[in-house]
């Protein structure tokens, strides 16, 4: 496994992890996949599977800007639906690649070449809500929310959460297997941590240890 692809696996966030990045409610969260008005990005089509909503970093940054927007400055959800719609040429950039303003319960929108807001639903041409402050809050919030402690380190653990259930090194989403496999490879410890850096020595030799267990047991 690369580099990248353990950037992708820490950029997928469960319905509990997004709760509490954002503080929308998993019932808000399934209300709006539900209704089409937002969508994780990653979404099973049998939608009563186990986890079969997961979002993505770029989604958190955007639920927190609505929750901003339905919280904070009372815009009624009605008016983000039209809000949406018409911003939908922006997809995935609509609520975190623009710049938004509030007045008077409405939303506002900065086209990219053009210095005047402008009202979303009626554009007439302000409460300025930052979104690289958004996107700034939301990364140090998932580092926060992902850092292992020390009692952590050295330990493997079972999570419904990670992985489909697999064993994984303990507070990552690292399954031990991906290490076996690396070991059997012919990686050494330190080679491993060059693939994984949040990764310590005795990370490694736990997770070996119980691979071996899992492997004399079958």
């Known amino acids: 496994m690369t580099s990248a692809d353990e950037t992708n696996v820490i950029a ?3 319905e509990e992890h997004v709760e509490r990045l954002t503080g929308v409610t998993r019932g808000q969260l399934r209300y709006w ?3 089409n008005f937002f969508t994780p990005s990653y979404a099973d089509e049998n ?3 186990a986890f079969s ?6 989604d958190v940054a955007s639920l927190r800007v609505l929750n901003v927007l339905r919280n904070q400055n009372n815009i009624s959800l009605q008016h983000l639906r039209e809000v949406s719609r018409r911003l939908s040429h922006l997809a995935e950039n609509k609520w975190t690649g623009t710049t938004l303003w509030v007045l008077k319960k409405r939303v506002l929108f900065q086209e990219p070449g053009d210095p005047t807001p ?3 639903l009626t554009g007439q041409y302000m409460l300025d809500i930052s979104l690289e402050r958004v996107v700034t809050d939301t990364r140090r919030d998932v580092k926060k929310l992902l850092a292992r402690s020390d009692q952590q380190k050295g330990t493997v653990e079972q999570s419904r959460s ?3 259930n697999s064993w994984v090194v303990g507070g990552t989403r690292i399954p031990t297997r991906a290490i076996r496999r690396f070991s059997e490879a012919g990686y050494t410890a330190q080679q491993i941590i060059k693939e994984y850096p949040e990764l310590t020595v005795e990370d490694i030799d736990a997770a070996l240890s119980h691979e071996r267990k899992l492997g004399n047991a079958a």
């Open 12 to 14: 997928a966030f469960s």
């Open 33 to 35: 996949d539900r209704t």
């Open 118 to 120: 402008r009202e979303v």
């Open 53 to 58: 909503r997961i979002y993505s970093f770029k």
């Open 162 to 164: 990670i992985n489909h």
């Open 47 to 49: 939608r009563r599977a």
